[in-house]
């Protein structure tokens, strides 16, 4: 997203554009993505939800995402929806091929299995792969993202922001295709008793509407794995357009460990959420879709040093770019296409 955005503002500046892409496809997590891009509805808002995040960045998401929303469609991107379906936040739902297709109309030339060497700005989408592997969790994203911009950048003499061990990801029940990323996804969290390996209760208080953290408490734990049990009550609640009962099923019908909860290896603990029969046992591990920390950027998306100073000629924007959502989260669409746009203006000078 970052890097056809930068290419498609550069090149409406004037610029010549190459954007080199090292996967056999353009258009990175973007292309996976529910291509909703969205903000906020405020800066407090913003601020509450991502306390550690920079709030210059974050107010520059908020002033300039509803021109970039413009932007967009004046490329030709197709809104499929003008409302998030969430009133915590505002924005567009794009078509995400349709989104790639305009963008690389605009951005010009990609060259394909072609890693960076060089390069004005840095749009690799983050780390979250090599993340993945250390850590031991599944992948919920292109496969590319192994964090090159970062090495590059350091080795530039970037600094690093902070949530450097964070990340945005779904509770997955396996291993699951990229057509599945999004229906598989686990997000009824909130009416779940969630349970260790070992039946114990590990996260504190209710998970935000995100369930960002408790993903994120999930691959904290030893074996990075936890049970969701839910009861009847909770298979009728409604997640978004489905039931929690159809999130399940496809959970069941991608080869999901989904079991009465009588037959967990340990005993149930007393709770509130279960109630009523049947109660259901479901096993999920977390899924990095992005990681939350990078490279320090200003609000121009020029790479920065510890001491603050910019290193000349080099941006960076999309996951590459950390610092914006640390303890919370947002759109990682929204922060591409912002500091996207003002890599590109910045490079060539406006
Ligand atoms: C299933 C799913 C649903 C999502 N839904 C939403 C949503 O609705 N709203 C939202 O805001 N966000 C959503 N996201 C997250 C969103 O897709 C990302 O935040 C966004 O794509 C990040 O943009 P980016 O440019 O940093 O990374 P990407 O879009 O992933 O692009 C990075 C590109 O860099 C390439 N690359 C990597 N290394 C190199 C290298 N060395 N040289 C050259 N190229 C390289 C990669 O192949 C890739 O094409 C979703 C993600 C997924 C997977």
Known sequence: MAGLVAAARARELGAQVVVLEKGDRVGGSMLLSSGVVW????????????PGGDPELQARILEELDSGLDWLESLGAKVTERETGNERTVGRRFDPSLLTDALVG????????????????????????????????LLRASPWSEGD??????????????????????????????????????????????????????????????ETDLVQAT????????????DGRALRRQVRARTVAEIVE????????????????FELPLSSKLVEPPLLAIRVRPAVTHTTGGLRIDEDARVLRPDRSAIPG?????????GIFTGGYGSGLAAALVFGRRAAESAVGR
């Open 106 to 137: 605009a951005g010009g030339e990609v060259r394909l299995q072609q890693p960076f060497e060089e390069a004005d700005v840095l749009a690799t989408g983050g780390f979250g792969v090599r993340l993945a592997r250390e850590w031991g969790l």
């Open 149 to 210: 911009g970062l090495a590059y950048g350091l080795a530039r003499g970037a600094d690093l922001t902070a949530g450097m061990d964070e990340f945005y990801g779904r509770n997955l029940p396996v291993a699951v295709p990229e057509e599945l990323f999004v229906s598989a996804a686990q997000v009824y969290g909130a009416h779940a008793l969630v349970l260790d390996d070992e039946g114990r209760e590990f996260f504190a208080g209710e998970p935000s509407w995100s």
């Open 314 to 322: 080099l941006h960076a924007a999309g996951a590459d770019a950390g």
């Open 250 to 265: 496809v959970a069941r019908a991608a080869g999901g460990d989904v079991r009465p909860a009588e037959e967990l290896p």
């Open 219 to 230: 691959a904290r734990l030893p074996a990075a794995t936890a049970w969701y049990l839910v």
């Open 39 to 50: 903000r906020h509805c405020t800066l407090e808002a913003f601020r509450a939800e991502c």
